[in-house]
């Protein structure tokens, strides 16, 4: 029901009989009770002229539900506190109570843009316990649609990395392209994004014919698509203006602060998880690892692009070496391995995405700890922000491409 | 699998190690006590023939009689991953020293890692949680902290004996049950 | 058990349709429901069968208040702008009712409220290929003072029921809630967990209903289709609308 006061008995925000919700006396202190560790009460305490301003779970920029404090001096962050855990789901929890077969869709809203690296680790895990070989052409249909997976990442990060900079453009283009992968993936393993392809052993399904002539289609027109939307933003000087120098890490830094993926390489360490520690058939695969020196989001932003070239030249080869073969290999329906340990890592569009998987010979995993990129990364704006401009915040942010279903398991 | 690390790791670390090195596909695992950490660690980060300079991932684990704290390190100079078992870190009080003097990255994971099991991090300069809400009081991923399962009843709900609801209609999530430390 | 083997679909002595669908002599309006009208009356359920173990919970019971608007309304100095005729005039709905439901249907201002996988569907939904700018309802308003409707996209943990409930209550009425992807709609996947709330109608309430793990955009436009359908035929009138798990205890 709407109500409309007619002129001269509205009650304004000056009368003191209003009771509002908001009642600014009474606002609590920053955090609503004493700080407990040291970084805390040296992040909670002010010094002159400063002020905190809260960047609340729900803003309008597309990284999900992060909260964080900023402590501001006029315009210029200071400090940082980001607050996590809005999207703590408790997956490590559930997981420890499911079967292995079971796990693997538990893990797919993880990293929900890059669902099957999520999948992909722990299931190398698993397959580590139970000493299975998986045969090579489902090794070769994982590679073919994690590169897909991998592209249609960093098309979106090149949307939202724009359209935190002010440009509404690119990540119209950006969907574009991501629901013509995405589609093509739909017609591989049933689904738009959550997937549940990978299964311990090999994949759920083979190729048909769709997805082929899908992929087929969208090859020949790949490349060109690509180029003309990376070039969209790198002609323009407003975007390269805004993005080199903005957030600029060093070497050292990011190493100490165990950064992987385009973040790091754009540093100038050429650390791909891909060719430091190779993994299902990437060493048949002839790729190359951009790198940059300079370190700032105009350099992560080019390198992810030039990923997606190489993507493209990986799957481009995993068509033509595609061998015939079983998609799964032989294992009996209850999954029980011997007790024990298994770590499996690997390079996704963030990072190196690990799994951690015990054992203790029942049919449901132990423990089976995830490592997340995006958790990693957002450790690191604390160290890049202070110093820049409050608008800038949310650029070097998305610049370091977190999905908070990662940050918060 | 690399013998050579296996010795290496031997000949450096002989004493302080709780156990053999273990090798399996291309891992080597080593377990040592909560007080080497810091001296383990810091060898294994500096000294040039060893060289584990990346910290791939630091978990928690809580096996029922006691804690552990994992390290996964990466070095150039080896194609295995090394893990470090942390051992007999009590259940009831689990403390050990934290890393972060070698590695900034890892304050998150261990605050992670106190959210989770409640392990505390000696020298780890914001220890507090970072998942939960600050006023919760449980420890989510403890092997005595239920989760609320209305279909305990089933033969699918809660296998191992250690998590078996008794009072599955009643349970409510974060309910923690008797016997058990802070 | 009898020896025959069991009639095949369509094939029994008391099936409606005999022919395959996709043969001719085919009927399937012989499937539809007889007497069913084309507005349905609405189901208001009250919160009486249902109680929370701790009788502090849901605010212990109370109805919500906005206490500094209700001396105000019981003065009867505000009136209605739904540019009714008043008095015994009122129960005739004008034109200018419809043209305001139109418009309001057919330019909802959703908030960008996406917490997790389903936020990008409803990303996708929003862009080029599943445009909802044709709907009008392209603006995604950052602050939920001008925004409609509220399209909670993605699992709800407890740690944000807070400032979810916090956004809901901002918005201003007329005001609208979407429940899109099974987390929100049951808890769906995360039903079991410790630290998800299982299905944002516990907290506030629901107008539609989305399910999908994520639902396809397509899903998406069709309950927004339908929210604007509940809209034009005020169905679903929000004052009297119940929060609570609308699934009884025992099940």
């Not at chain 1, 014919?209 to 407003?238: K, P, V, Y």
Request: proline share 7%.
């Amino acid at each position: 029901m709407t109500t409309t006061f007619p002129p001269g008995t509205h009650q304004s925000a000056d009368d003191p009989n209003v009771l509002l919700d908001d009642d600014f006396a009474s606002y609590e202190p920053i955090p609503p009770y004493p700080p407990r560790t040291e970084r805390e009460a040296e992040f909670y305490t002010l010094d002159d002229g400063e002020m905190y301003l809260n960047l609340g779970p729900q803003h309008p920029s597309t990284h999900g539900v992060l909260r964080v404090v900023l402590k501001l001096d006029g315009e210029r962050v200071v400090d940082i506190d980001p607050v996590l855990g809005y999207l703590h789901r408790g997956v490590e929890k559930l997981c420890e109570n499911a079967d292995y077969h079971q796990t693997i869709s538990h893990l797919d809203p993880l990293e929900y843009i890059s669902s099957l690296f999520c999948e992909w680790g722990p299931v190398m895990a698993y397959e580590k316990l139970l000493d299975v070989r998986v045969p090579r052409r489902a090794e070769y249909i994982r590679v073919l649609s994690g590169e897909l997976n991998r592209i249609a990442s960093h098309e979106l990060f090149m949307g939202w990395f724009a359209l935190d900079l002010g440009g509404l453009t690119p990540i119209l283009w950006a969907f574009i392209e991501r629901d013509e992968i995405v589609e093509m993936l739909a017609a591989l393993t049933g689904a738009r994004m959550l997937f549940n392809y990978f299964r311990i052993g090999g994949v759920n399904g083979d190729l048909n014919h769709d997805f082929m002539s899908r992929l087929g289609d969208w090859m020949s027109r790949a490349a060109g698509q690509i180029d003309s939307n990376t070039r969209l933003l790198n002609e323009n000087e407003i975007f390269v203006r805004r993005a080199s120098g903005l957030g600029v890490i060093d070497t050292e830094t990011a190493l100490k602060l165990c950064m992987t993926g385009a973040n790091l390489r754009a540093t100038g360490v050429p650390f791909d998880v891909r060719r430091a520690h190779p993994y299902s058939v990437y060493p048949e695969l002839d790729f190359d690892i951009p790198t940059r020196t300079e370190g700032d989001s105009l350099a992560r932003y080019l390198l992810r692009m030039e990923e997606v070239k190489q993507s493209l030249r990986i799957i481009d080869q995993c068509l033509e070496q595609l061998p015939d073969g079983p998609i799964m290999a032989k294992l009996p329906r209850l999954i029980r391995p011997r007790p024990g340990r298994a770590w499996a890592a690997l390079e996704g569009p963030r990072g190196m995405y690990g799994a951690y998987a015990i054992s203790d010979g029942t049919d449901q995993p132990f423990r089976l700890k995830i490592h997340d990129p995006s958790f990693i990364h957002l450790q690191a704006v604390g160290a890049l922000l202070p110093g820049h401009l409050l608008a800038d915040t949310m650029a070097i942010m998305a610049s370091l491409d977190p999905i908070m279903g990662g940050v918060d398991k | 699998m690399d013998r050579a690390l296996k010795l290496r790791l031997e000949t450096r670390f002989g004493d302080i190690l709780r156990g053999a090195v273990r090798q399996r596909h291309d891992e080597t695992e080593i377990r040592i006590g909560a007080e080497d950490v810091i001296d383990t660690l810091r060898s294994l980060y500096d000294e040039p023939g060893l060289g584990f300079t990346m910290l791939a991932d630091l978990a928690g684990v809580d096996t029922g009689t006691e804690m552990q704290v994992v390290y996964h390190l990466w070095s150039a100079t080896t194609s295995d991953w090394l893990r470090v078992i942390t051992i007999g870190l009590s259940r009831d009080d689990p403390r050990i020293p934290s890393v972060t003097f070698l590695w900034k990255g890892a304050e998150w994971m261990e605050r992670e890692t106190y959210d989770m099991f409640g392990i505390i991090f000696e020298g780890n300069r914001d220890l507090r949680r970072i998942y939960m809400p600050p006023d919760y009081t449980s420890f989510p991923l403890r092997k005595d902290f239920y989760l609320a399962d209305d279909a305990a009843r089933s033969p699918g709900g809660g296998v191992r004996h250690m998590e078996r609801t008794h009072e599955p209609a009643d349970a409510l999530p974060g309910t923690r049950r008797a016997g058990t430390g802070a | 058990m009898s020896d025959e083997p069991m009639p095949g679909p369509g094939k029994g002595p008391a099936d409606v349709t005999t022919v395959g669908s996709d043969q001719p002599g085919n009927k399937p309006d012989a499937l539809a429901v007889r007497g069913a009208t084309a507005v349905a009356e609405p189901i208001v359920v009250r919160n009486e069968f249902w109680a929370a173990a701790n009788p502090l919970a849901y605010d212990g019971g109370r109805p919500a208040e906005i206490t500094h608007l209700a001396d105000v309304e019981a003065s009867g100095i505000a009136t209605r702008d739904d540019a009714r005729w008043s008095g015994i005039l009122e129960v005739i709905p004008t034109k200018a009712d419809y043209v305001l439901d139109l418009l309001r249907a057919n330019s909802l201002w959703p908030l960008l409220s996406g917490l997790a996988c389903c936020a990008i569907e409803m990303m996708s939904y929003a862009t080029s290929k599943n445009d909802i700018d044709r709907f009008g309802a392209f603006p995604f308003r950052a602050s939920p003072r001008q925004a409609d409707v509220l399209i909670v996209a993605g699992t709800l943990t407890t740690k944000m029921a807070g400032p979810l409930l916090r956004l809901w209550e901002q918005m201003p009425e007329p005001k609208w809630c979407v429940a899109m992807g099974d987390c929100t709609v049951s808890g769906g996947r995360y039903k079991r967990s410790y630290s998800t709330v299982e299905g944002i109608d516990r907290i506030m309430p629901v107008d539609v209903y989305v399910p999908g793990c994520p639902p396809r955009p397509e899903g998406l436009i069709y309950g927004m289709m339908k929210l604007q359908q509940l809209i034009k035929d005020r169905r679903g009138h929000w004052p009297e609308r119940a929060v609570g798990p609308t699934v009884p205890t025992g099940v």
